[in-house]
């Protein structure tokens, strides 16, 4: 069989090895960090630095297709392997995903409607975007934010400096702060030849900035808004000529629906899948970098709702084991450091 590399050792390359191995795929995962639990499933493990030339070239030569599940892998890392192997979804998508401000023009570009949006690279600059976007407003560095790390709410203009102090002069965005009805969030899968498939829209509920619950199907707020949004993601995928899941997720307004941001890879908000949907995204996102043909979306039960579970939650896996309803996934993860995921469940 044929072997698939990943690039990052997190739960979504974990749950990517094993959604792989009953098509019959090894799976060779490749990071930096110290814990990789995607290692624990995988066949073969490189743990050397994103900008190791000698690993990199070994582990493109050990390996059939590319793909990766965290997308700030350096830029250059991925162009290295790109010239070796195929890498899917490849470079384009790695490098708007990567910044807010070019991903949000690139969107905007496509017809796509973010929320009001400025650079921000000085604290003058700062000023100047709060008087042009107004608030409440929320800065986010451009750059490596997760998990609502890297963010600052600006109730007014007086909060400006402190503001500007929190994100240590980081290059930035300011964006007005959306009174939602409610989140949402699209996953498409597309092939190298353009055939796509759409999940039906997830409706996120988010705590602290980290998603909380994904319901599906999703309330009236993100139905009115799902097919504006499903059209956007498909055409950015197409945009991209992008091969694997792509995931965007969006704010539902009266006015239709407002893009957030995307992810080039599979997403939190899918995990539904794994028990609530015929082909769980991992299995989806394998079968199109590979080039099989993409498989069903239908839903499995007429509602699924995941939960998130984050820190230290043992007390509680008990019960979940002994629900019939609810389907339960650990991560492996040896530190459960407060708001870390370490698991979620699919309630069905
Ligand atoms: P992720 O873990 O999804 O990658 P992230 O750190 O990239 O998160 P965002 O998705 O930008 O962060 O924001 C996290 C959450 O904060 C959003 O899901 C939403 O609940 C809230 N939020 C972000 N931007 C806005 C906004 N402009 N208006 C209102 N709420 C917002
Ligand atoms: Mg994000
Ligand atoms: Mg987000």
């Known amino acids: 069989g044929a072997t698939i590399g990943i690039l990052g050792g997190g739960q979504l390359g974990r749950m990517l090895a094993l959604a792989a191995a009953p098509l019959g795929y090894r799976v060779h995962v490749y990071a930096p960090d110290a814990e990789l639990v995607a290692g624990d499933v995988a066949a073969a493990v490189t743990r050397a630095a994103w900008d190791d030339a000698a690993a990199l070239d070994r582990f493109a030569a050990a390996v059939d297709v590319i793909t990766y599940e965290f997308e700030n892998v350096p830029v250059a890392t991925v162009e290295r392997l790109a010239a070796l192997k195929p890498v899917r979804p490849g470079v384009a998508a790695l490098r708007v995903a990567q910044d807010r401000m070019i991903e949000k023009r690139f969107v905007a570009g496509l017809g796509g409607r973010p929320a009001p949006f400025a650079a921000v ?193 043992a007390d509680r896996w008990p019960a979940l084991l002994a629900d019939p309803a609810a389907k339960l996934h650990l991560y492996g993860k040896s530190e459960a450091a407060e708001g870390r995921k370490m698991g979620h469940v699919n309630f069905l």
């Open 121 to 313: 690279d000085s604290l003058a600059g700062l000023h100047a975007a709060l008087a042009d976007v107004g608030t409440p407003a929320i800065l986010k560095t451009r750059r490596l934010g997760y998990d609502g790390k890297g963010q600052v709410r600006i109730g007014s203009a007086d909060e400006a400096g402190a503001a500007w102090a929190a994100v240590a002069g980081a290059p930035c965005v300011l964006e007005g702060y959306v009174a939602f009805a409610a989140e949402f969030s699209i996953l498409v899968a597309r092939c190298p030849g353009g055939a796509e498939v759409h999940y039906p829209a997830a409706e996120n509920v988010h705590r602290g900035g980290i998603l909380s619950e994904s319901h599906v199907p999703a309330g009236a707020a993100v139905a009115a808004c799902m097919a504006e949004a499903t059209a956007l993601t498909v055409r950015i995928a197409d945009a991209l000529d992008y091969v694997g899941v792509l995931a965007c997720e969006f704010f539902a307004c009266a006015e239709g629906p407002l893009f957030n941001e995307m992810a080039p890879r599979v997403h939190n908000s899918g995990h539904w899948t794994q028990d609530g949907a015929l082909t769980s995204q991992f299995e989806q996102h394998v079968r199109a970098i590979c080039g099989l043909p993409l498989g069903p979306v239908t839903m499995r039960v007429p509602r699924v709702r995941m939960e998130n579970l984050l820190g230290d939650t």
